[in-house]
């Protein structure tokens, strides 16, 4: 649909739909010569130009040749002018407008035009009133009661009459209001979108992993002592499979203690025996100097079950050449026995090796996480303005509130802000834990975010 400005009495009005135009054309409110111009266009053209106009009828008189007698009369008709005010103003009608004298019918006049020209000041009153007052405020009322507009607006029309340049004032008003209504409905309808950017809490955490490589591998092995219980057992003196441990050495065994434990596995071949090599002779010279040795050069200990199965975690980075900084530890009768791990007096092959950096997952595990801070952004008053012919408006929007609670470790020197609900953020207290693993999928930022401001709408 088309929207033309209208000027008149040299002041320009609109945008007007066709409908309203062809209304005002209907109710002979504006005539086929008025200046009009499309929306967009910088030309005026007549109306007629742009709408049809409907033939009218109009009623001429005839002439007619005056009789001598009707000539009398005129001669002593009063002013043809004061004759015609005399009838419009209804002061009097053909049957007695003639008994009037000049003088009379100028009285008369002059006190009929006195008495409209003081109701003509109170309509431009009245007038200027419906404009200043009515129309905004049916404008600002239609916007929330579009009945209190349509009310204002016909008190406004029965107000200014029925001037022409007023009737399109008005078409211009309801147009004006209803652009308004739309704008104001386009801004409530703006969603705030939740703050941008941030990560999930697990990303985050492993991001912040602090891997030690001296303690970033794990170790599963297992070793056999069938055939050197044998031995023990048939001279009376059988190994216990309890108690028996894997010691992990520092490094690789060397002087002194590799040379003992050369030794122990040589003697180790005879287990029960007096000769010189045997094991209860190396046992009763050397058994606690290579205990004492052992024990100072381990890094880190694990029970053996008692099929020869241990396990390590968290040491340095390890493979199976490695193997003999690992000594096994298995309790005799009242002593101990001493070997590597690759010893030929226990079952060889090794019964099993498993050597690999931890997994990503158990270092999370043990990640310990707690509350620090408590912040709440959001809730500035926001506003888009619409703009009328008549007056400017401010709307207002509030932008939504966000909680973050800021986590970080003990030894932590900055935090991470988690994105919680209100009900948590309530309940939840500075100095908590916080459990990562269960809340893994909650986004979190490197500082309180906002939501983006949506378009058309500014800041405070």
Known sequence: MRHFFLRIDNENHGPLTEEEITALIADGTLGADTPCAPVGSTEWVPLSTQ?????????????????????????????????????????????????????????????????????????????????????????????????????????????????????????????????????????????????????????????????????????????????????????????????????????????????????????????????????????????KEIAKLVKDATRATSAAGSNGSFEFESIPPINQSMSRQLVIEIPARGSMVFATYTATALDQPPLGWLAEPMPQSLYVSREEYFVVKKVAVGGRTLKATITTRYHSFNVPRVSPIWRFIAIARKDDKDAVFVMVKEEPFEEIQLGDRFDHLTLASLRCFMEPVESPVPAGLDGP
């Open 51 to 287: 709408f049809s106009f409907g033939s009218r009828l109009k009623v001429k008189r005839g002439v007619q040749a005056a009789t001598e007698a009707e000539s009398e009369i005129a001669a002593t008709r009063i002013d043809p002018d004061l004759r015609k005010k005399l009838l419009i103003y209804g002061l009097a009608d053909a049957a007695t407008v003639d008994g009037f004298t000049q003088t009379q019918a100028v009285a008369a006049v002059k006190s009929r035009e006195g008495i409209l020209k003081a109701q003509c000041r109170r309509h431009n009153v009245a007038k200027t009133v419906s404009f200043l007052v009515l129309i905004p405020l049916a404008i600002v009322a239609g916007l929330y009661a579009p009945w209190v507009e349509t009310t204002l607006c016909t008190l406004t029309s029965k107000a200014i009459l029925e001037i022409g340049s007023a009737k399109v004032e008005m078409a211009g008003c309801h147009q004006s209001i209803k652009q308004l209504r739309w704008n104001l409905n386009r801004i409530k309808a703006l969603d705030f979108a939740p703050p941008f950017g941030g990560m999930l809490v697990g990303e985050a955490v492993v991001n912040r992993l602090r891997i030690d490589q001296e303690k970033s591998y794990f170790l599963k092995g297992r070793f056999g002592s069938e055939d050197l219980s044998q031995k023990f057992a048939r001279k009376g003196s059988p190994l216990r499979r309890d108690n028996r441990q894997v010691h992990l050495l520092k490094e690789m065994p060397s002087g002194r203690l590799l040379e003992l434990l050369d030794a122990s596995e040589v003697s180790l071949k005879s287990p029960v025996g007096e000769s010189q090599d045997g094991w209860p002779v190396f046992e009763k010279n050397y058994g």
